[in-house]
């Protein structure tokens, strides 16, 4: 799995720096928002501009200039980018709009964000040189179209007299955003659609004009069919923009980029304090970490009711823990369990041959406190899930008889930068401290053959204790994962 991170105020503040830190840590790709409306023209205008939109060069150069910093910084340091392209400006609202200021998200004008998209994807093309500047901006290759359709807050209405209307809304900026890349020289790029958030309103006249809708109705509405499957016709069709008639080969050719995408992406958050495997009850069209099985069974039915063979990939590009402290919501826990929690979750992941991808929602905490997934508190400190992150460890059984071998699973998620740096083959201590006292040993060296630091391997104890894993950074400290206790019996 491809590690993913999301630093938005560490990175837009000081790219060089905090890619340097991400590097650090083992990271392979920094997601990036690069929202419409901090670089359109007059962004809160209700009144379009009148410039030239598929031009990057019309757009005021200091919206910009955070972004190309970004990307100059990621080609220096060898760091992918995932960039993720959403947020209008108010002057692209529909017409209709209750309060355009309030809600640009509302009914968002497929045609002006082809346009956006072509400026952006001119300006990360690999060619394209700023005025004034010396070498032209690297190319960008991997794009995220939108942020959580399925949320009210990022595009409206979600439904209106129970009808689902945002599916329709974000299957035209698909079309937009996918031809748009296409015909600027981005055809073989990596272009993920969704960025489902994982659950949403089911009670009542839920899920509204600004709610969330659940991921997994909102994908069958995606897709123009019913809840079994079966393509919508008539009215039930028109009420939710799609077609009344027409063959599964029409549908397939006027939507591409749902049969043509290179993955689905998911923001599959477990139930805060409770443990990553458990479901939400009486909930079958959520698309958290617990009910991944029935998401990729949706889009597979989907798929197979065009006659198409494609499975997506489901790429995770929004994952973490909310920790108390700071919060004190319901949807948190003590930091301590959160680096359990994160090294379990991630081993689930791990187990999906589907997941392309993990993903860490923050490096530091928001000085309110506010969803407060990050690997720091809001002054620096880390918390108990930075090294839990840095270096995961997962053993699924704790209680064993003696003899019993052991399945210790884990990842040194920077080992593979170091292998890429140095050319030396890397390799992972497991170490264990019999609870009888004295210090830690080495009973295992694993080799890290996987991509990105993951190992699983089996390892048998002769008394209870605590295991660890131990690696060292190239002419750098030795760390350490958090520490897993074992009970031999």
Known sequence: MEPIFEAGKQVNADPNAAIVTLRRLGVARVKVFLPWNAVAPDPTSSKPPHFDAIDPAAYPAAGWARYDAIVRAAARYRMGLDLTLSNPPVWAA??????????????????????????????????????????????????????????????????????????????????????????????????????LAPRGQTTGNHPGLFDGMVPLRFLRALYCVDASFHVLRGTAATERGCPATGTPAEFRAAH????????????????????????????????????????????????????????????????????????????????????????????????DPRVASYDQYLLTDPPSGNFATGLEFANGTPKATYDAYRMPIYLPATNLHRGQQAEVWGCVRPAWIARADTGRDQHVKIEFRPASGGGYMRVQTVPLTDRYGYFDTQQAFDSSGSVRLAWSYPHGPTIHSRVVSITVS
């Open 94 to 195: 529909g017409a209709d709009a209750p309060d355009a200021a309030a809600h640009p998200m509302w009914k968002p004008s497929p045609k002006a964000f082809d346009e956006f998209v072509r400026a952006v994807a001119k300006r990360y093309s690999g060619t394209y040189k700023p005025p004034g500047a010396p070498t032209p901006l690297p190319r960008v290759n991997f794009w995220s179209i939108w942020n959580e359709p399925n949320y009210g807050a990022d595009l409206a209405p979600q439904a209106v007299n129970h009808i689902e209307v945002s599916p329709a809304l974000y299957r035209d900026l698909l079309d937009a955003a996918w031809s748009a890349l296409q015909t600027t020289g981005h055809g073989h790029d990596t272009v993920l659609i969704g960025e």
């Open 256 to 351: 591409p980029a749902l049969f043509e995408a290179a993955g689905l992406a998911d923001h599959p958050y477990a139930q805060g304090g409770i443990p990553p495997n458990s479901p939400a009850a009486e909930e079958p069209d959520y698309a958290d970490l617990p009910a991944l099985p029935k998401l990729e069974d949706t889009l597979d039915r989907v798929q197979q009711t065009y006659g198409s063979s494609t499975r997506f990939p489901i790429f995770s590009t929004e994952f973490g823990y909310q920790t108390n402290p700071p919060e004190t919501m319901l949807k948190t826990t003590d930091p301590a369990t959160a680096a359990i929690y994160l090294n379990w979750a991630e081993y689930l992941f791990w187990k």
